[in-house]
């Protein structure tokens, strides 16, 4: 760090950003944080994307961080500008995704006064955070954006927010500069202890049903590599969690049992309950939890993560192994005996056969006045369409669930679903991220994104749709449309026998999105969908597809619950 030359705060942010490998900055100016915009103005080796909203913003940053593995940056002004980033940034540090939040301030001699947009944002922020800092002095500016990065990306990953005073970042320069690229790299955890990654190979050489529950810290690509030789030596059931998606590849197929998550009535729900020792690999208890899926609080497990489990009286693990998932999984590797097939193998074949039933019903319909499309009718005929390496971004509601369950990915961090807050509204800002990181700034070298939503969901981050047009995104967004809120309401009709509060309706989203200069589809009947859905992803650029959804199997998602009596 060079002691030469002084630099306005401003600068020494922005070079931080570039030392720290940022391509993108998402954001909203204010007057609290105009300084950073004008400093960007001059620093083209940062594409400064301005949304619609902040809490989009946030988003667009999250999903960043989960593609890239690196901080997303979003930037916003003091007062209610910080305030929109909340449910954003709650999402991502729930889940995983690191994220580095820039927050305009008043001047300081302002800061204790009833003044426009004061407010102790970083004490707001900070329950949803990994850390909160704010800049008091210009000499701690390169320091402070240091740590917000270096925190953020260190498992467990998370969000990093920072307050920057308008006084500071304009008027007062610093001979601290920017810190060098090195210093951004995270530090790098080693394999658990060697003894007991010995005792835990002893026990998966010994386990008649072993099990592997892949959480979403196992699911960036090199742990994911590291998974795949595993399995290749020790073949073992695979279960998924929601977020984990795509951590099997296709020439693993055969030992994947599906997705767990929600709701306790899954083939791979009982494949747990018989197992002899569930391995959970970089799982987080906001997936799925424990009293869900260990009813009885006797299944023996392993936690296998970078951070000490949450210890319950449903989740009290054998042994833990805290450590760098992908190197610890390598060493056990190397101590598992050579198999050819699972362990138990009838049990799988029940379970596997049960899994895949529904591949063996068509749910599409041949009579041409049926306008409702069933779920699974959308769900197989999409998975015929699309390439294993389309990103596909799924926001939370009903269509959450049949996708999560249904829908087969076989890359990691292909399919992305909010699990932890399960946050509405986050599949079209997600897909703008997922585009723009193919080639922020040459379109042309970007391949096709798809999002999925209800109507409800849509309608939280739909002003994005402008962002994405104007970014030249290729984004084919899909919407089941059911003019409710049809998570909600089966619930509610589950609970209570009738549902309040969830109709919809009142938008035409052909009209809406040629409105953005998007383009509109909608699907008429059932036996047109495969036709449209090969328009609309054949579309280079911003489309929606308007699609009336068949919810009348619904209470089926959280029906026939696996009772304690199973193991």
């Not at 190197?327 to 029940?350: D, F, G, V, Y």
């Not at 409800?456 to 981050?461: A, D, P, S």
């Not at 919407?479 to 809120?485: K, L, P, Q, R, S």
Request: net charge negative.
């Amino acid at each position: 760090m060079s002691l030469s030359k002084e630099m306005k705060p401003a600068g020494i942010v922005v070079k931080s950003l570039i030392n720290a490998g940022v391509k993108m900055v998402f954001g909203i100016p204010g007057a609290k944080i105009d300084a950073l915009f004008n400093e960007l103005l001059d620093h083209s080796e940062i594409k400064l994307i301005v949304c619609r909203h902040e809490q989009n913003a946030a988003f667009i940053a999250a999903a960043i961080g989960r593609l890239t593995g690196s901080p997303g940056v979003c930037v916003a002004t003091s007062g209610p500008g910080g305030t929109n980033l909340i449910t954003a940034l709650a999402t991502a540090n729930t889940e995983g995704d690191p994220v580095v939040a820039l927050v305009g301030s008043v001047p300081r001699n302002m800061s204790a006064a009833r003044t426009h947009q004061s407010m102790h944002l970083m004490e707001v922020i900070a329950p949803i955070a990994k850390k909160t800092q704010s800049v008091d002095h210009q000499d701690q500016v390169a320091d402070i954006v240091l740590d917000a990065f270096r925190t953020a990306a260190s498992y467990p990953q998370g969000v990093s927010a920072v307050a920057l005073p308008l006084d500071i970042m304009s008027t007062f320069p610093s001979p601290f500069k920017a810190f060098p690229t090195k210093a951004f790299k995270p530090p790098v955890y080693g394999a658990a202890p060697s003894e007991l990654i010995s005792k835990l190979a002893a026990m998966v050489n010994a386990a008649k049903l072993p099990v592997l529950l892949l959480g979403m810290r196992a699911s960036d690509p090199a742990t994911v590599e590291v998974i795949h030789q595993l399995l290749k030596k020790h073949p073992i059931p695979v279960l998924e969690t929601f977020q984990a998606a795509g951590c099997v590849s296709r020439d693993l197929e055969h030992l994947f049992f599906g997705r767990l998550g929600l709701f306790r009535n899954q083939p791979g729900d009982k494949l747990l309950a018989k197992s002899d020792l569930v391995l959970t690999v970089g799982y987080d208890p906001t997936e799925y939890d424990p009293f869900s899926w260990n009813v009885n609080c006797d299944l023996n497990i392993v936690h296998l993560d970078v951070k000490g489990c949450d210890y319950t009286h449903h989740y009290q693990p054998e042994i833990e192994l805290i450590g760098g998932i992908g190197l610890t999984l390598e060493a056990l590797t190397s101590q598992l005996a050579e198999r050819k097939e699972m362990a138990s193998p009838r049990i799988c074949s029940e379970v596997s056969a049960e899994f895949r039933s529904w591949n063996d019903i068509s749910y599409e319909t041949a009579a041409p006045d049926v306008k409702l499309v069933h779920p699974l009718h959308f769900v197989s005929t999409f998975q015929r369409l699309i390439s294993d390496t389309t990103v596909v971004c799924c926001d939370v509601g009903t269509v959450y669930i049949y996708m999560s369950r249904y829908f087969f990915c076989y890359l990691p961090r292909h399919f992305l679903v909010s699990n932890g807050q399960q946050t509405l509204g986050v599949a079209l800002p997600w897909a703008i991220a997922a585009s723009l990181i193919q080639s922020p700034n040459n379109p042309s070298k970007r391949e096709k994104v798809v999002s999925i939503s209800g109507d409800g969901g849509f309608m939280f981050t739909s002003q994005e749709l402008s962002t994405a047009v104007q970014q030249e995104c290729d984004i084919t967004h899909f919407i089941w449309n059911d003019g409710t809120y049809n998570m909600v309401s089966f619930q509610e009709e589950a609970k209570y026998g009738r549902s309040s509060g969830v109709n919809l309706g009142g938008v035409d989203f052909v009209k809406f999105a040629e409105s953005f200069g998007a383009k509109g589809f909608r699907v008429e009947k059932a036996q047109d969908l495969e036709r449209v859905i090969t328009e609309a992803l054949a579309y280079r650029g911003v489309s929606i597809v308007d699609i009336p959804i068949d919810y009348s199997h619904v209470s089926e998602l959280m029906g026939n619950i696996i009772g304690k009596e199973f193991n």
